[in-house]
């Protein structure tokens, strides 16, 4: 998902800014930039030192999702990989048959997806794969800049390393970008929900002021009224998404939501099988912007989900299954 995000040169009411997002509560835009600022890292060129303020948040994320995979009630298999960017967590359920590798959204992680995992399993052996940077089981650095490149080459080495070949690869939000970015041969397809890479994401104010709230004070009460934007009218989140994006935001550094990938880059990813959806409620990329963007880049239309917002909660998960199927059932050019 993409609620941590503080948009990297995003729109606001239709126009376009730079740097400032919470224009509401001046306050909160400082300390959102103090959060995003940080020396660099021994070992990480230009790098943040961690996404975590501190060891404790460390602990205590990396004991959430631990013990959320622990109590997950279904049979899950955890490795590891190195990588250039240090080790990798791997979840993986499912029988043997055709592979599926998931890549999360920003600030999200295979204990937080559990349910995208036990949905994708039922049909395929599914890997949800913790990005490096981002809250969770890997490596906590992350570059300073060229953001979206590394995680497409660090993208290419799990694959690599973890042999996982044929795939069909399912990203959303950021991951669909890291998704976009990564080149590797082993992919044969993308499934992209949610999706980062094509457009700049829209906050409006309304968002803008109770995503403020939200890092100034991440209590489950304005975490709930935060997510409640990330969902269809009338619609509450799953409380475990409350109480997972209530922990993050007092554990971790906020990150920046990715720019569009170039528009070349997309034209080539075009090549092989991919299918794009979008929720009709999404507040950050609306279909109407997303749609004409797709097509332009890709040649592609966008699948548009009725009755999910930019969240997908679990009574979304069948669309979700649905789009995979279809990329995996198109002929790999």
């Known amino acids: 998902m993409t609620g941590a995000a503080t948009p990297e040169g995003f729109t606001v009411a239709g126009e376009r800014r730079q740097a ?19 020396p660099g890292a021994v070992g990480h060129p230009d790098a943040v030192p961690t996404v975590y303020k ?28 190195d990588t ?38 039922a049909c395929w052996s599914t890997t949800v794969v913790d990005l490096p940077g981002q809250p969770g089981l890997s490596d906590p650095h992350r570059p300073r800049r060229g953001r979206l490149a590394w995680y497409g080459r660090v993208l290419n080495e799990v694959l690599t390393v973890a042999d996982l070949d044929r795939i069909v ?57 935060m997510l409640r934007l990330f969902v269809a009218p009338g619609e509450n989140p799953p409380e475990t998404e ?10 971790c550094r906020t990150t920046l939501a990715p720019p569009p990938l170039p528009a070349e880059l997309l034209t080539r990813r075009a090549t092989r099988p991919c299918v794009v959806g979008v929720g009709e409620h999404d507040r950050f990329l609306a279909p109407r912007r997303l749609s004409p963007a797709l097509r332009r880049t890709m040649g592609l239309d966008l699948r548009i ?5 930019h969240l997908t909660t679990p009574g979304h998960l069948g669309d979700v299954v649905s789009l995979v ?8 050019g």
């Open 20 to 38: 400032n997002p919470i224009e509401p509560d001046a306050a909160a835009s400082l300390v959102i930039r103090e959060r995003l600022d940080g």
């Open 54 to 81: 501190s060891s404790r948040g460390r602990l205590a994320v990396r004991r959430w999702c631990s013990d959320a995979l622990a109590r997950a009630g279904f049979p899950l298999t955890n490795a590891t990989v």
């Open 84 to 121: 250039s960017a240090g080790r990798v967590a791997l979840v993986s359920a499912g029988g043997p048959g055709p592979r599926v590798v998931v890549v999360p959204g920003t600030a999200s992680n295979a204990a937080a997806t559990l349910p995208w995992l036990r949905a994708l399993a």
């Open 169 to 225: 690869l399912v990203g959303n939000s950021l991951g669909a970008a890291v998704a976009l970015a990564a080149d590797s041969p082993r992919i044969a397809a993308r499934a992209l929900i949610s999706p980062a890479g094509f457009i700049r994401l829209t906050v409006d104010p309304a968002l803008a002021l109770a995503s403020a709230r939200w890092l100034l004070r991440p209590t489950a009460e304005h975490t709930r009224r």
């Open 242 to 251: 409350v109480e997972w994006m209530t922990l993050m935001a007092a554990s």
């Open 305 to 309: 989900l009725p009755g999910m917002g």
């Open 325 to 332: 199927a279809e990329a995996a059932d198109r002929p790999t």
